[in-house]
């Protein structure tokens, strides 16, 4: 395990999370998906498992992730297996890729996934919501850092979340695999 001093904000974040479930604590995990559907920090039952993990100095962007990922989490409690910080390998086109390759209609999967690929940032929580009762329909597993992350940079200019998401994907197809009627 990485010394709690060193870790970023969304491993710690993460962290507490997967420490929730650990304990099984029911209650908070119920609490945490009173959440989903609301926006991102409106739900008052959700104030004591996210605000003691958020730092003093956290911006809009960075609570708003926090709340959103935390209802995310309490949906689907699976990660990935000790990932490393920043290892695109783990991310959520990642995880959508072991869903394809699990599913009978990987058509489907490739066009949920585009589709959650063009989302604006005002309907990223509903794609998500809808993504991750996916993954967990097959117990597929996410990195919740590595969300958390990426949840924060959805809106950049540069796409660069997008495009990540679209690489892990499409590599860890098999090849002559990759769905081109896909059209979103």
């Known amino acids: 395990m990485v010394e709690t001093a ?102 489907g999967v490739t066009r949920r996934f585009l589709h959650l690929l063009l989302a604006h940032e005002e309907e990223l929580a509903d794609h998500l919501r809808h993504a991750v009762s996916l993954l967990k329909s097959q117990s597929v597993p996410v990195d919740w850092a590595q969300l958390l992350w990426d949840v924060q940079r959805w809106s950049s200019d540069d796409r660069r979340v997008q495009r990540q998401w679209a690489r892990a994907y499409y590599e860890r197809l098999p090849s002559g695999e990759e769905v081109n009627d896909a059209e979103p």
């Open 6 to 107: 060193r870790m970023s904000v969304e491993q710690r974040f993460a962290q507490a999370l997967a420490t929730l479930a650990q304990r099984n604590d029911r209650g908070a995990l119920a609490a945490l998906r009173r959440g989903l559907g609301k926006p991102p920090g409106t739900a008052p039952e959700m104030f004591p498992f996210v605000a003691p993990h958020l730092p003093r100095n956290a911006s809009p962007l960075l609570e708003r992730a926090c709340y959103l990922v935390a209802a995310l989490f309490a949906l689907h409690p699976s990660s990935w297996e000790t990932p490393k910080p920043g290892d695109l390998s783990t991310n959520l086109g990642a995880s959508f890729a072991v869903l394809a390759q699990r599913s009978t209609n990987r058509q």
